[in-house]
């Protein structure tokens, strides 16, 4: 529900209405604007009746909201959410945004020579598996601490914000003390326990979309981030699974400007996952960033056939580097920075 109140409501008035909606267990949110204030009431306002908030003077008009989602509904918060990353700013009219780096962590050493150079082709942050979720338990599983350890020490060396996947929330306050932007992976989507917990940080999230998640759903993962109190999330679209077998995943690119109209929040984009082959990563790309997403997360590695997980999906520096040089001019043509 959104209640527009009158320009010139008393203080007095707003605080009797306020404390009205408190006794019913519902959650205002105020949004300050220069000619109204505009309240967004979250809760079960099914048993509210319109009319009686009308009877109020102080209120000009009410609008329920049909979407189950209250706090990531533009509705409630016209303006673009930015994203401030370690100094990098992700979302509206900010600069379209580059994470690079490989699936997995497999010393200190490539860390860092691989996060030097992904600095050196134009990314802003760094990305690194240190937990990996793996389909087989016999699989590579990370290095663990020591890889979030390692990651720390590349982004001293580069001064680069860094990026990796929380799987569990006994490991958050490692991450919250190490990691600039927590990646909430996309098994875990809708691991809610794991949702709520990260909600209680003041880090922001990457929330990866679910690989049979409607966008919807998506939407309502980010909800329960922020009912537990972090507003600081990014959404990215990683693909989704699909009856279709020449692509890892199938890239829903059409998800970009539905977040945009339906969310403020800032969207980014996983060539890398979706495609699952490096020849394609550049070709969706360059779509991603005419579709208007905020960023795009690829991995890198400089040896890909020698990679510990994932090296078909890996770029090279060389390709991107001419990668970014391409983004940058569609980036251009839709009146974006990049």
């Not at 900010?94 to 860390?111: A, L, W, Y």
């Not at 937990?131 to 590349?154: C, H, N, V, W």
């Not at 580069?158 to 990026?163: F, S, W």
């Not at 339906?262 to 991603?288: C, N, Y």
């Amino acid at each position: 529900m959104i209640i527009t109140m009158k320009k010139d409501a008393s203080a007095k008035e707003l605080e009797r209405l306020r404390e009205g909606f408190d006794e019913k267990g519902l959650r205002v949110n105020v949004i300050e604007g220069e000619e109204y204030n505009v309240w967004g009431i979250v809760g079960d306002t099914a048993h509210i009746n319109d009319r009686d908030i009308l009877a109020n003077r102080c209120v000009a008009n009410v609008q329920r909201v049909s979407a189950p989602y209250k706090l990531a509904n533009r509705m409630f918060h016209p303006e673009d959410t930015v994203v401030d990353v370690g100094g990098v700013k992700v979302g509206g009219t900010s600069p379209i945004v580059v994470i690079g780096g490989p699936c997995s962590v497999e010393n200190r050493d490539m860390i860092c020579r691989i996060g030097e150079e992904v600095r050196e082709c134009g990314a802003q942050m760094i990305r690194g598996g240190a937990y990996k979720p793996r389909t087989s338990p016999y699989a590579f599983q990370g290095l663990g601490y020591e890889g979030i350890l390692d990651m720390a020490e590349a982004r001293n060396r580069t001064g680069l914000p860094i990026v990796s996947e929380l799987m569990s929330a006994d490991k958050i306050d490692e991450f919250v003390e190490n990691v600039d932007l927590i990646q909430i992976g996309a098994r875990n989507m809708q691991n809610f326990d794991l949702l709520k917990a990260v909600g209680h940080v003041n880090k922001p999230i990457l929330l990866k979309r679910g690989m049979s998640a409607t966008i919807e759903e998506w939407i309502m993962s980010a909800e329960y981030i922020m009912a537990s109190g972090n507003p600081n999330v990014i959404l990215c679209e990683r693909g989704i699974r699909t009856f279709e077998k020449y692509t890892r995943n199938t890239m829903d690119l059409a998800v970009v400007p539905i977040i945009k109209e339906r969310t403020h929040l800032p969207i980014i984009i996983d060539p890398s996952h979706a495609t699952g082959d490096w020849k394609l990563i550049e070709s969706v790309s360059l779509a991603a960033v005419a579709a208007g997403a905020d960023g795009l997360i690829i991995e890198v590695h400089d040896h890909p056939d020698q990679a510990w997980s994932d090296g078909a999906q890996c770029l090279k520096p060389e390709k991107f580097q001419e990668l970014i040089r391409k983004c940058r001019k569609v980036a251009e043509a839709v009146g974006r920075q990049m």
